[in-house]
């Protein structure tokens, strides 16, 4: 059934016509539904719903408000009909009571089994636990037995502990003794910087120091007897080596063995000595054999040998060129020259005599900054183009093949430093700039000024420098290696410039490609004089 209701509580229409016009005014309508709320009811059969009327069946009676903008605009009331539903409701109730009984009975019927066989357990445990009694009393009359036994036993057991204690203390001490000796050995052996082995009568090796281990690329462990040399060196023309040294009689000269390279180590030459290990009542137990890397010893006398003939090379150029000028000058043909040519010739011995100035300079400041000294800079404010001009004015007779180009933009650039050491930056720069361009061409010198700082680059377009070796050029005594050219120099140029740039406060680097020709530029602060002001101070 379903019916309308107005919000004066009228029913404005139902299912059952004879309602219409009826008005409700029980408490629940008025309390519950007029306030906007859901009012409900199951209602069973022969029960009053809830306006007091006998229900001929089971129902829901359910009144629904309408609202309206937040008012109460009416309401619906439906009644549904649930009789098939409570029946079920009630089948299945008396189902499931059912199952529960059963389960019940089921339950208890396995309880009842399973004490059932608990007392059976129980009567069997007891009767294990009398006869573990009966054993327990047999087994403690052996044990009194044997304890009796055992009693005298200790005491004998006792007596021999004592005597070992003390043979054993006594050995601890001795072993300690021992001990310390070897570790004082082993902490002197690994202390020793050159190699050193042990070699016994069977020519096996018995003891190898950490330093061994390194030069001859191998790992040592003793074993019982020593290890056979060859089990540890795995390189056939070192181990020939090492066995020809150990067949000659200690104290004969053998010559140094050049490795051709080890995995771990970059070794290349070795020396090996030996003496003689003398045991008990002088006699002769094996041999020593003290393993020195002699490489860098090696390198630094190439070094010095090569230094030698470069800078004896480098220092007979410019004199040769000098002496041969001057016996033109002061021969029997001197008056055969014009003045003009007479000129030239003192001009080249001028210039031969500042390259060989240059080189001095570069091997005294070089053994200065070898013996920890600071190479001496006296800064004064000067013109930078100037200096630059005067440096490159040294070199325009060096080499006819050579175009000397200066590209000063900024001429008023003032800098607070050495001058005469920024001329000597300049002048390795030139000179390198003129060996490394062995067909001639341009060489351009650029000045500019920007950020705080003045810039110098010289170009040339020689031979370049192949990128592998560009983060070497700046190291002492190194020399691009080229199969092109025969330039000559000691290789202390670049490195010495470095040093006076940096002691300025500028920075020195290199931009070059093989065949594409070399620029070499550098840095220094400017004052914050400017060059009109410094022209009034110097007048």
């Known amino acids: 059934k379903v019916r309308f209701f107005s919000p ?38 022969d029960q009053l719903t809830a306006e007091g009327v006998p229900s001929s069946a089971a129902v829901a009676e359910i ?23 409570a029946e079920r409701l009630r089948t299945l109730h008396h189902r499931s009571l059912l199952l529960q009984l059963a389960l019940g009975f089921g339950l208890l019927g396995v309880i009842f089994a399973t004490l059932s066989k608990v007392r059976d357990a129980l009567l069997k445990r007891e009767m294990a636990e009398a006869a573990l009694k009966r054993a327990n009393h047999e087994l403690e009359d052996r044990v009194c037995e044997r304890t009796v036994q055992l009693e005298e036993s200790c005491r004998k057991l006792k007596e021999e502990v004592v005597e070992r204690i003390v043979v054993q203390d006594l050995l601890s001490e001795t072993l300690g003794v021992l001990q310390g000796e070897k570790d004082r050995i082993q902490g002197i052996l690994r202390s020793v910087g050159d190699g050193l082995m042990v070699i016994d009568e069977s020519d096996r090796v018995s003891m190898m120091n950490p330093a061994a281990e390194s030069l001859l690329d191998c790992r040592f462990c003793v074993v019982g007897g020593g290890v056979p040399l060859e089990s540890l060196v795995s ?19 053998i010559e140094d063995f050049e490795l051709p390279g080890l995995a771990s180590r970059k070794v290349s030459v070795l020396r090996v000595r030996t003496s003689q290990l003398i045991g008990a009542e002088s006699r002769v137990i094996g041999k020593i054999l003290l393993i020195q890397d002699v490489t860098e010893e090696r390198s630094l006398e190439s070094m010095k040998r090569q230094f030698i003939s ?28 014009t003045l003009e ?13 500042f390259a060989l100035s240059r080189i001095v ?20 404010l000067f013109s930078f183009s100037d200096r630059v001009q005067q440096a490159v004015s040294h070199f325009y007779f060096d080499s006819e093949r050579h175009q000397m180009v200066i590209d000063c933009s900024e001429e008023s650039l003032v800098v607070d430093g050495d001058g005469g050491r920024i001329e000597q930056v300049l002048g390795n720069l030139l000179s390198n700039a003129i060996k490394y361009s062995p067909q001639g061409g341009e060489i351009k010198v650029s000045v500019t000024g920007s950020d705080g700082f003045a810039k110098v680059r010289v170009a040339d377009q020689g031979i370049g420098i192949p990128a592998d070796q560009i983060s070497r050029v700046f190291d002492r005594f190194y020399r691009v290696d080229t199969s092109s050219t025969a330039a000559g120099g000691i290789g202390l140029g670049l490195s010495i410039a470095r040093y006076i740039v940096e002691a300025h406060g500028g920075q020195i680097w290199v931009e070059s490609e ?7 530029s550098f840095t220094l602060p400017l004052a914050a004089t400017k060059l009109a002001d410094l022209s009034l101070a110097v007048g």
């Open 361 to 380: 300079d570069d091997l005294v400041d070089a053994c200065q900054v070898d013996s920890g000294q600071v190479l001496s800079i006296e800064k004064n």
């Open 8 to 45: 004066q509580g009228e029913i404005i229409y139902s299912t059952a016509r004879e309602e219409t016009g009826m008005v409700n005014q029980k408490d629940y309508f008025v309390e519950v539904i007029r306030q906007g709320n859901l009012y409900s009811k199951v209602v069973n059969k």
């Open 63 to 85: 009144y629904v408000p309408l609202m309206f903008e937040g008012n109460f605009g009416g309401a619906v009331e439906i009644y549904v009909d649930i009789s098939q539903r």
């Open 341 to 353: 040519e007479r000129q030239g010739f003192c001009t080249r011995i001028h210039e031969r005599g």
């Open 310 to 337: 470069m800078a004896t090379h480098e220092l007979q150029t410019p004199l040769a060129s000098m002496i041969g000028y001057a016996e033109l000058l002061t021969g029997e043909c001197a008056e055969k020259f």
């Open 514 to 520: 093989a065949r594409q020709g070399t620029a070499v």
């Open 235 to 253: 390189n056939p023309g070192l181990l020939d080596y090492l066995n020809l040294v150990l067949r000659r009689a200690p104290g004969d000269g």
